[in-house]
C-alpha cells in the first residue's frame, strides 16, 4: 500500500486537496505594529505641545489623588449594575458580591490586546454563583457595549458646548451650523441614542437566546431584554460617567493652585467620555493606551483654564490614577473568597 505525503504528494489529481489552516502568526505582528506607530505618533503630538508651552513648574497635589480614585470607583457600580439586570432578565441571577468582584477583576483584561479577556474573566468569576459563564460573558459585552454608546451620546452631545475652538477643529464644514444651534445639536444626539434601543433589544435578545439555547439547563426562550431595559441602563450609566467625569477633574485640580471650579464640568464629561470611548473602540490599544490619552489631550489643550502643557500632565497623571486603582481594587478582590451561593438580593 502506498503512502501519501500530504505536502509533497497529495495523493491523485482527481482527489480534491484541502488547503492548510495554518495560524496567520502575522496579524498580532502588524497590530503591534499598528499600535506602535499609533502610541509613537501620540508621543510626538504631546512632545510638541510641551514644546509649545513648557510648564514653568510641575506641582501635584496628592491629596486630590484620593478623591479621583474614589470616583472612579464608584463610576463602574451604574454598570455592574446593569450587568445584573440583564443576567436577572436571561434568567441568571448574580449577587452583588460576586458581581463586583467579577467586574472589578475583569477591568484587568482590557489591557490583553482584544479586550475579550474581559468578557472571559468575568464569565469564569461567576460560576462560584452558580451563573452560567458563557451568558455572563455574552451581558457582560452588552454592557460594554451600552456604557461606550452612553459615553458617546455624552461626550458628542456636550462637545460643541464644552470643547468649543477644538470641537469646531473636529467638526466638518458642512456642519458647521451646528455651532449655532447650541440646543439642537444635544438633544438630537440624546433622542438619537435612545431611538436606537428597540433595535439593540431585538439584537441582545436574539443573540442571548442564539447562546442560552446551546446551554444546559437554559429554557428554550429566556424572556427578552427589553428597550426599556437598556434605556434604564443609558440612564443609570449615566450617573457612573458623571463619577469618571469627576475623577478628571479632581486630577485637574490636583495640578492647579486655583479654587475647585464647578463650572469646567462639562468639560470633563465631555473630555472624559470622548477619551475613554475612543480608548475602548481602538481595539490595537491594550486599555486604550496612548489613544486614550491623545484625545484626551486634544480636548483639553485649548481651554484657557487648562492649556497645552496641563493636558498633558494631566493625561497621563490620570492613567496612572486609574491603572492603580483598578489594579489594587482587583488585587483585594481577587484574594477575597468568592460568597457562596445563597439567596439573591
Not at 261 to 287: M, Q, R
Request: glycine share 8%.
Amino acid at each position: 500500500m502506498s503512502t501519501i505525503d500530504p505536502v509533497n504528494n497529495p495523493g491523485n489529481d482527481d482527489q480534491p486537496v484541502v488547503p492548510g489552516t495554518r495560524p496567520q502568526w502575522y496579524w498580532p505582528v502588524v497590530k503591534l505594529i499598528l499600535f506602535l506607530v499609533v502610541l509613537a505618533f501620540i508621543g510626538r503630538r504631546a512632545f510638541q505641545l510641551w514644546k509649545l508651552a513648557p510648564p514653568k513648574s510641575i506641582q501635584i497635589n496628592v491629596w486630590w489623588l484620593i478623591p479621583a480614585a474614589l470616583s472612579y470607583v464608584i463610576g463602574w457600580f451604574p454598570s455592574i449594575w446593569f450587568w445584573r439586570a440583564m443576567l436577572r432578565r436571561l434568567q441568571q441571577p448574580l449577587d452583588w458580591w460576586t458581581a463586583i468582584r467579577a467586574y472589578h477583576v475583569g477591568q484587568l483584561g482590557k489591557y490583553v490586546p482584544g479586550k475579550a479577556m474581559v468578557l472571559i474573566i468575568r464569565g469564569s468569576l461567576t460560576k462560584s454563583a452558580n451563573v452560567n459563564p458563557v451568558l455572563a460573558g455574552v451581558t457582560a459585552a452588552y454592557e460594554s457595549l451600552v456604557f461606550v454608546a452612553t459615553g458617546a451620546m455624552l461626550g458628542v452631545a456636550l462637545a460643541p458646548l464644552a470643547l468649543g475652538p477644538t470641537f469646531s477643529k473636529w467638526l466638518p464644514l458642512q456642519l458647521s451650523w451646528l455651532q449655532e444651534q447650541p440646543l439642537l445639536w444635544p438633544v438630537t444626539v440624546v433622542i438619537a441614542t435612545f431611538a436606537t434601543t428597540p433595535l439593540s433589544s431585538w439584537l441582545f435578545t436574539k443573540i442571548g437566546r442564539k447562546v442560552g439555547r446551546r446551554q444546559k439547563g437554559i429554557g428554550e426562550n429566556p424572556p427578552s431584554i427589553s428597550a426599556g431595559l437598556i434605556s434604564q441602563g443609558i440612564g443609570v450609566m449615566t450617573l457612573g460617567w458623571i463619577c469618571h467625569a469627576f475623577s478628571l477633574g479632581f486630577v485637574l485640580q490636583s495640578l492647579s493652585d486655583t479654587p475647585f471650579k464647578l463650572n469646567l464640568f462639562p468639560v470633563w464629561l465631555a473630555s472624559a467620555s470622548l477619551s475613554l470611548v475612543g480608548g475602548f473602540v481602538v481595539l490595537i490599544a491594550p486599555g486604550g493606551i496612548g489613544v486614550r490619552e491623545g484625545i484626551l489631550i486634544e480636548a483639553l489643550k485649548d481651554h484657557p483654564e487648562i492649556g497645552p502643557s496641563t493636558a498633558v500632565i494631566a493625561a497621563g497623571l490620570l492613567r496612572v490614577v486609574w491603572f492603580v486603582t483598578e489594579l489594587v481594587t482587583a488585587a483585594i478582590l481577587f484574594t477575597a473568597k468568592p460568597k457562596t451561593p445563597t439567596s439573591i438580593d
